[in-house]
């Protein structure tokens, strides 16, 4: 494989689908799980399987219909977990058991009541199981961020040792600062002996706002899957959001390869909003209706000049058919005249300037000058101004 390629796991259908409200019936599912292949995400994680029925069918539906795309099951390092996940995924073409534990002091003192070599051994002995099922096995050192560096080192070695073909190293709180992830990743990379058995996977929360930016650190010092979710939700404040680390790859650091058709990002963000019941906020990076809006005079001008003056994103890249130009009370008359031109009126010097004063007045009362309000301006029609 080319040291380049970084490989995209998506984890929509089981850590996005644990926001309260947004559960999935299996149609659902499988409708977002046939968008996620043709946008080309290497890996759909599907779901829990041994959590409910509801996600054993999900999964095991999901293994029938895809074909390009590996589909993987979620599992403790729990026996049944894995045998359950395996039975689920036994029609996939690309099967995949992703099974784990909590690595951190915190996790094993206070949610397991264990030690480190305990851990150590249910580790190995849970990847060995899922390897006499699946060749293609994922371990996930929970809490990794929190997660003493040597001990994390012992695992990873001792996982690889075992079978494990992926090394995912969750922040699952949040809690790392992007250089102090990036270390993590980087010292696994460098001081694991057999680290280049495997590949090392980032799964970053959102808790502190840096989801995004610790996946990066981490494809920048070595990681070479990055995990996370369409519009960024998901448990808490949400996961790394694909979208943003795509386009940051594709636009900031192209020596990285990955197989995304961004052409269709922002469709494929509408489809999870919408089905899941998860409006994208209008600020949103990527896909937030805002995202290539433009309401300030001196942006409206210097977008029409040139776009890439205020766009370093061609909305056509992410599936957006042309930028927005808002008309407001902080418009200019450029944007005036770009939009009445679009509807027909050739607005010039002193015609232009008469109109844009009456603009002025109705932008001072509403929101938005929209394309009714323009239309009776442009045909010299009192403006019947609703405020709202």
Known sequence: MSD??????????????????????????????????????????????????????????????????????????????IEVAAQALMYATYPRIHTGIGTSDIHIKHKFNSTREKTLERAVGAVKYAKSFVEDVEFYAEDAG?????????????????????????????????HEYGEKIRYLYENVPNMHKAILSTHCHNDLGLATANSLAGVENGARQVEGTINGIGERAGNSALEEIIM????????????????????????????????VQANKAIVGENAFAHSSGIHQDGVLKLRENYEII???????????????ARSGRAALAYKAKQLGYDLQGEELNRTYERFLQVADEVKFVNRDHLLKLLENVPVEIVVR
């Open 314 to 328: 061609d909305p056509l890249e992410v599936g957006v058919d042309h930028s927005k130009i808002v008309l407001t």
């Open 4 to 81: 380049q390629r970084v490989y995209v796991f998506d984890t929509t259908l089981r850590d996005g689908e644990q926001v309260p409200g947004s559960k999935l019936n299996t149609e659902q599912k499988l409708k977002i799980a046939l968008q996620l292949e043709e946008l080309g995400v290497d890996v759909i994680e599907a779901g829990f399987p041994v959590s409910s029925k509801g996600d054993f069918t999900s999964v095991q539906e999901i293994g029938r219909i895809i074909k390009n795309t590996t589909v993987c099951g979620l599992s403790r390092a729990v026996e049944k977990d």
């Open 248 to 279: 940051i790859l594709k636009k900031r650091l192209p020596h990285f390869e990955t197989g995304i058709n961004t052409k269709l990002l922002n469709s494929i963000s509408r489809l999870i909003s919408e089905t899941m019941n998860m409006p």
């Open 146 to 178: 929190r997660s003493d560096i040597k001990f994390l080192a012992r695992v990873t070695e001792a996982v690889i040792n075992a079978g494990a073909t992926v090394i995912n190293v969750p922040d699952t709180t949040g809690y790392c600062l992007p």
